[in-house]
Nanobody, 117 residues
């Protein structure tokens, strides 16, 4: 059974930092493209950052230079370091594991991030 468990969300003031984690089980982590998505209040879910199995990274323009995605294949864990947080970063952050060739697409339950003074 595949499980993706996010942690690290919370309430932070503008300009602050948070580090999200996504612990995966039930998949061969190293061969999956791993991503972070978020859903802001009243908006559709959007891509934040992706780390591919080939170790390339992609970021949404809105987070470039502030967020950093990383993964530890020995721990089956992905991270999102979020710095210089803004109120518009508020939302539920979801972990995603995707293996296109196998048509596999898994999601975590999400973790809430609130940026507010």
């Amino acid at each position: 059974q595949v499980q993706l468990v996010e942690s690290g969300g919370g309430l932070v003031q503008p300009g602050g930092s948070l580090r999200l984690s996504c612990a995966a089980s039930g998949i061969i982590f190293s061969v999956y493209d791993m991503g972070w998505y978020r859903r802001a209040p009243g908006r559709q879910r959007e891509l934040v950052a992706v780390s591919t199995s080939g170790d390339t990274t992609t970021y949404a323009d809105s987070v470039k230079g502030r967020f950093a995605i990383s993964r530890d294949n020995t721990k089956n864990t992905m991270y999102l370091q979020m710095n210089s947080l803004k109120p518009e970063d508020t939302g539920v952050y979801y972990c995603n594991a995707r293996r296109e060739v196998l048509k596999r697409d898994y999601w975590g339950q999400g973790t809430q991030v609130t940026v507010s003074s």
